[in-house]
């Protein structure tokens, strides 16, 4: 059985920092490009970064460059995501995501992930 499950969100301040985790079910999770996803109150889901299956290249969105990172150990099957200078902006349902390649996951649209998380709410306060 193939499962993601995040962890780590939570309620914070403005400027505050969070990480998240993502647990893979599998090993098969080691060979994907993997990534996460956000869907803030009132808006659809938007891309927020991706990482490739061995780690060595990345994509972020703009609104998160410079204050998100993401990185990936592929013997513990998880992901993670380092959240720094949360803004109120950040307030989202944050999903973790994989896929079966580069082209179906690292689009600022969203391609047809082909595994999802049930998500863990990320909420900053002013």
């Known amino acids: 059985q193939v499962q993601l499950v995040e962890s780590g969100g939570g309620l914070v301040q403005a400027g505050d920092s969070l990480r998240l985790s993502c647990a893979a079910s599998g090993s098969i999770f080691s060979k994907y490009p993997m990534g996460w996803f956000r869907q803030a109150p009132g808006k659809e889901r938007e891309f927020v970064v991706a990482?490739?299956?061995?780690?060595?290249?990345?994509y972020y969105a703009d609104s998160v460059k410079g204050r998100f990172t993401i990185s990936r150990d592929s013997a513990k099957n998880a992901v993670y995501l380092q959240m720094n200078s949360l803004k109120p902006e950040d307030t989202a349902v944050y999903y973790c995501?994989?896929?079966?390649?580069?082209?179906?996951?690292?689009?600022?649209?969203?391609?047809?992930?082909?595994?999802w998380g049930k998500g863990t709410l990320v909420s900053v306060s002013s």
């Open positions: 990482i490739s299956w061995n780690g060595g290249t990345t």
């Open positions: 995501a994989a896929a079966l390649s580069w082209e179906r996951i690292a689009t600022r649209e969203g391609g047809p992930v082909d595994y």
